[in-house]
Structures are given as C-alpha cells and as structure tokens.
C-alpha cells in the first residue's frame, strides 16, 4: 500500500470545481453533497459541452479554469447494455478519460478525482477484493471493453502522477443505486431494473416476477449520496498513486437481493429465475479498508436506500405525467 497525505488536506472549501456529468446519478449526487462545502460548482450541459471531442474539452478547460474536477461522466449500463453495445462503451469511456484528464493536465488542475468501477478487477480475483487485484487476472466478459476504458482512466491518472506530478487520484465504487438511477428495462443496473419490474408487477396485480439469471451471483450495493460523501472525504484527504475501493464491505446474494426489494414495494408473489439471462462475475465484494483506515464508512442501510431509491422512481414517473 502506498503512503496517504496523512494530516495534510486538500480543502474545497472555496474552489472552482467541474463536476463533469453532473446529469448522471453519480454527478448529481457529488453536485447535492458539494452545496455543504461552499465551493464555486462548473457544469456544463451535453448540449454545450460533448465529452468525447477533444478540441472542445480543452478549449472549454481553457476557458472555465476548474481547480478541481470530479470526472463522473461515463457511459454506463448494466450488463446487457455492456454487453451489447460494446463499441460504444469503450469508445465513449476512452474518449472522456483521455480528453478531460489530459485537459487537466494541460490547465493545471490542482486535483481530479477519476471514477472507475469494481468491474477492473478480475473476474475471479480473491474475495473480497482489494485494490492490488488490479490486472492479476482475466476480465469478466460482459463488461471486458468498459472495464478496459475504465483502467486506461486509471493508468492515465497514474502515468500523469509520475511523469508529471499531476495529484490525480482514482477511486472505484461498487456497485451504485439511488436517486437519478436509471429505469430503462433492458439496459439499466439490477437494482432500478427490479424496482421497476417489481412496481408494475404489483400495480398489473401479476402472480411473478422474472429475475435475470441464476439468482446466485453476490453483489454489494452501495447507496449513491454515500459514494458522493466518500468522494469528497478522498478528493480532500487521498492523494496517491493507487485506487480507491468504496463500498460497504457486505454483498448480497441476487435471489435474496430480489425478496428485499419484493418486500420494499410491496410485491406478494413469486420470484422466479431466467437463466437464459447472464449471470456476470460470480461475485464481487470489495475490501474497503483502505477506505475505512483513512476514515470513511457507509452509512445507509441496504433497505433505507432503497425506500429512497423507490420514492425517486415513484416521483419521476409521477413528473413524466
Ligand atoms: P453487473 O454487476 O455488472 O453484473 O451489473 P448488473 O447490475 O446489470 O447485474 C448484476 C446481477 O444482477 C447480474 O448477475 C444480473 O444477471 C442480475 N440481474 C437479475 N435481474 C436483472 C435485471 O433485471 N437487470 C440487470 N441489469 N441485472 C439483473
């Protein structure tokens, strides 16, 4: 393990700070947490600002001079967006990485904090994983090219670190959900696609409700405003060459996962498997201590998170009436 700027702080306090991909859920919840921090907050919208061409991003660094960037933006999706839109999502994920690091680079960015995924680490790498898994291994399938784009994000951050001295850090959340989530039924995360089957399956009055794959994969869910907190928390106090891991330290398996949200919504029927669907990763729980040495931890439980996470699909079905 490397050496933590122990005692010595990065303060936002103050600061012009980039929040790129501030629409997404992971952006918006670093946006939400920054108000506490009393700090100058840049955003720029898709329309004004295309992450993936590259003239474009420097020429609006240049211009907007960040101090500190959180690099949030990315093209997400849950395994069946992964695994089919392959192209597009080492393409797009390469593209922001490589343009909004070396734009930090190029404009003197104090700090920036580059968002990766536990999807890095091998597929069979020991449970639970720490942030020395790193290329010991084969890469899941179903994710092998976002997973590719992801680390290429964390090699740029740490080359720029040793040739250039740049203070870019990298930290690799597990798996996310919360408010702003998205709902799509084919390409969404597994916890927004069951919120949603399992609402309509309730308000339809259905007798089941079908959950992808074997139901034995282990997963950990960590609640979208604790992934902000821990942003902040290390963009102010982490400044070293290796990731991060942030999580909960406890998985869940699928098919038990499935009951919790059943229960939460209020769905009585059955639960059944379709192991047509993948299963992914057998399992992937991260080590957090490097997290909870410096001093974080997470807060919200698996079921208060996902009381909010279905008050905010109720409420944006709701505001698309
Ligand atoms: P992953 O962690 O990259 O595999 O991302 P996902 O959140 O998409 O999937 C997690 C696990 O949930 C996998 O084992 C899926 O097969 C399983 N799963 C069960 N039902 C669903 C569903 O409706 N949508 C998704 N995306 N995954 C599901």
Redesign the pocket.
């Known amino acids: 393990m490397g050496t933590f700027l122990k005692g010595k702080i990065y303060n936002l306090a103050n600061r012009r700070i980039w929040v790129a991909g501030h629409r997404g859920m992971i952006g918006s919840a670093i946006v939400r947490r920054l108000k506490a921090v009393g700090c100058e907050v840049l955003t720029a919208t898709r329309a004004e600002l295309d992450l993936t061409n590259q003239a474009t991003v420097f020429e609006w660094v240049r211009e907007n001079k960040p101090q500190a960037v959180f690099l949030a933006a990315a093209k997400v999706g849950?395994?069946?967006a992964?695994d089919t839109l392959r192209g597009e999502f080492i393409y797009e994920n390469l593209a922001i990485a490589l343009n909004v690091i070396h734009a930090a680079h190029l404009h003197c960015v104090e700090k920036l904090m580059f968002l990766g995924s536990t999807?890095i680490y091998p597929r069979l790498a020991p449970q639970p994983m720490n942030e020395e898994a790193l290329l010991t291994g084969p890469l899941?399938k179903?994710?092998e090219p976002y997973a590719i784009a992801k680390i290429s994000g964390i090699k740029l951050c740490e080359a720029y670190r040793d040739q250039y001295n740049d203070d870019f850090i990298s930290i690799m959340p597990t798996?996310i959900f919360g408010p702003g989530d998205n709902y799509h039924a084919e390409h969404?995360?597994?916890?927004a696609?069951?919120i949603r089957?399992f609402h309509e399956a309730k308000a339809n009055g259905d007798a089941e409700v079908v959950?992808?794959?074997s139901?034995t994969?282990r997963?950990e869910f960590l609640y979208v405003d604790d992934l902000a907190d821990a942003c902040v928390f290390a963009m102010e106090r982490y400044s070293d060459a290796g990731v991060l891991n942030v999580g909960t330290g406890k998985d869940i398996e699928?098919g038990s996962f499935?009951k919790v949200v059943a229960d939460v919504i209020g769905f009585k029927g059955n639960v059944v498997f379709d192991p047509s669907?993948?299963?992914?990763?057998p399992r992937?729980l991260v080590d957090v201590s490097r997290m909870t040495d410096l001093g974080w931890t997470a807060s919200t439980t698996l079921r208060a998170g996902l009381e909010a996470a279905y008050a905010d699909y109720r409420n944006s079905k709701a505001a698309d009436r």
Do not use: F, M, Y
């Open positions: 849950g395994i069946s992964n999807c899941e179903t994710n798996n969404s995360h597994v916890v696609a069951l089957r959950v992808w794959g139901g994969p997963r699928i499935a669907r993948p299963d992914g990763t992937k």
